[in-house]
């Protein structure tokens, strides 16, 4: 098995964190999500929708969460080459573990989603309970619908894997063309999310191919700030193959002061329980906003209170992060080894 990356890790553990503190400061001021976060540069109006402008780029949850994507398609495709079972039996695998890993922690956010909810006297039912955790709608946690483009990513990985192990990287480009085509012109209903963000999957899935190892080899380190700038401030293609760059860096151990940076043991930390932080920080900064709007000078400077709530919504989070990494992530993730690790005996004892 190779050595895990940890600074891909630290990269994850950042991009959780500004989601975090972005959905915080829009928390306080739901407006500033038309009006600046997709509002053009031309359109601001004085200094302070500026200064809103660069600290939400700076803050951007909704660019971290392109590089989950990015990050996805890269690990979960590099893992998908190393193994040399049978794609057939490979596939399962894949499946069975990403599943152990996606939703025991998804589950237990759910339920403490409707603790949360029933104290505070908000109605839940528990239609809207079993709709969050199929992913197929999220009433409960509004985060929780990147979890539905992950879950339909794992059919798309599992179809570019099988063009790959056919042709190489042509038959991953043709498998990239064939849902290319699918979503042009038809639609799965869980699969609706998923169609705009698939073409992040593909960058990722690129990373670990020798399309990936030439393009960072020729690289220059220095360049990996100019990747991360990029990213923040560009959108479309060019912002998509800005994170696709910056991931290819830090997968390759290229990223230099980036890459130290992340792997200090601060950044590891939120790393390793980015997944859960991701989750739990919805229900806490809901009510810490719903709490901090009471003060006039939060709602009339929602940046600088976005920025000063965060400190609260994320120190909350935290140690509800840690406890479900510790007690519900690592022996979900455990529980997949062993039931495939079964599997591929009784598999190979019956051939």
């Not at 390793?272 to 006039?296: D, G, M, P, Q």
Request: aromatic residues 18%; proline residues 4%.
């Amino acid at each position: 098995m190779a050595e895990r990356n940890i600074q891909l890790d630290g990269l994850r553990g950042i991009a959780a964190l500004n989601v975090a503190i972005f959905h915080t400061i829009l928390g306080i001021d739901e407006n500033l999500i038309q009006r600046v976060v997709y509002g053009k540069f031309s359109d601001l109006t004085g200094p302070y929708d500026w200064f809103a402008k660069i600290v939400l780029k700076i803050f951007s949850g909704e660019t971290a969460v392109f590089v989950f994507f990015v990050l996805s398609g890269t690990v979960l495709f590099q893992s998908l080459m190393r193994d040399r079972a049978p794609w057939l039996a490979a596939s399962g695998t894949f499946v069975v573990r990403r599943a152990f890993r996606i939703y025991p922690a998804l589950i237990g956010c759910l339920l403490f989603n409707v603790a949360v909810y029933t104290v505070i006297g908000q109605p839940i039912t528990f239609y809207s309970f079993l709709i969050n955790a199929s992913l197929y709608d999220f009433p409960l946690n509004g985060v929780t619908w990147t979890l539905n483009v992950e879950m339909v990513g794992v059919a798309f990985v599992l179809l570019a894997y099988f063009g790959w192990r056919l042709t190489g990287l042509v038959g991953l480009a043709a498998a990239a063309l064939l849902v290319w085509l699918f979503f042009r012109y038809s639609e799965i209903p869980l699969a609706i999310t998923f169609k705009y963000f698939w073409f992040y999957f593909v960058v990722g899935m690129l990373i670990p191919t020798k399309i990936g190892e030439t393009v960072a080899r020729y690289t220059p380190p220095g360049a990996t700030l100019l990747f991360v700038l990029f990213a923040i401030f560009f959108k479309s293609t060019v912002q998509q193959i800005a994170i696709g760059l910056l991931v290819m860096m830090i997968f390759y151990h290229r990223a230099g002061v980036l890459g130290v940076w992340l792997s200090a043991p601060l950044v590891q930390f939120l790393g390793r329980i980015s997944y859960s932080l991701y989750l739990y920080n919805f229900v806490i900064f809901v009510y810490f906003c719903s709490y901090a709007k009471r003060f006039v000078w939060i709602t009339d400077h929602p940046i600088e209170g976005g920025l000063l709530v965060s400190m609260f919504t994320v120190g909350a989070t935290l140690p509800l992060a840690y406890l479900s990494m510790r007690f519900i992530e690592i022996p979900g993730i455990a529980l997949g080894r062993v039931v495939t690790s079964r599997n591929k005996s009784i598999a190979t004892r019956t051939a």
